[in-house]
């Protein structure tokens, strides 16, 4: 399983920034049966889960960004989104896509993508 995350930027205070994982070189069963999350790690920070989204399609969010960010999934496309509103200046932080096979007890990272919010 390979990911590729897109989408960062720089943005102002109470903006809104798109995050994509495309998850495009696997098979559509194995997108079904992969739960994917979005982390992110702000410089001298560990990293933190954001928003999940079960192979089943249960949601869940960190407190911080619950009610501004929506994670979602595309099966046609083999795609994840972040959809990130109200973006803070506490946000920033490096963005990366996760898959877990969990059949397997796999993970897969994608590559980080920036996101900085400016105030």
């Known amino acids: 399983v390979q990911l590729q995350a897109s989408g960062g930027g720089l943005v102002q205070a109470g903006g809104s920034l798109r995050l994509s994982c495309a998850a495009s070189?696997?098979?559509?069963?194995?997108?079904?049966?992969?739960?994917f999350g979005w982390y992110r790690q702000a410089p001298g920070k560990q990293r933190e889960l954001v928003a999940a989204i079960s192979n089943g399609g249960t949601t869940n969010y960190a407190d911080s960004v619950e009610g501004r960010f929506t994670i979602s999934k595309d099966y046609t496309k083999k795609m994840v989104y972040l959809q990130m509103n109200s973006l803070k200046p506490e946000d920033t932080a490096v963005y990366y896509c996760?898959?877990?096979?969990?059949?397997?007890?796999?993970?897969?990272w994608g590559q980080g993508t920036q996101v900085t919010v400016s105030s």
């Open positions: 996760h898959a877990r096979w969990v059949e397997y007890g796999s993970d897969y």
């Open positions: 070189r696997s098979i559509l069963s194995t997108f079904r049966s992969l739960d």
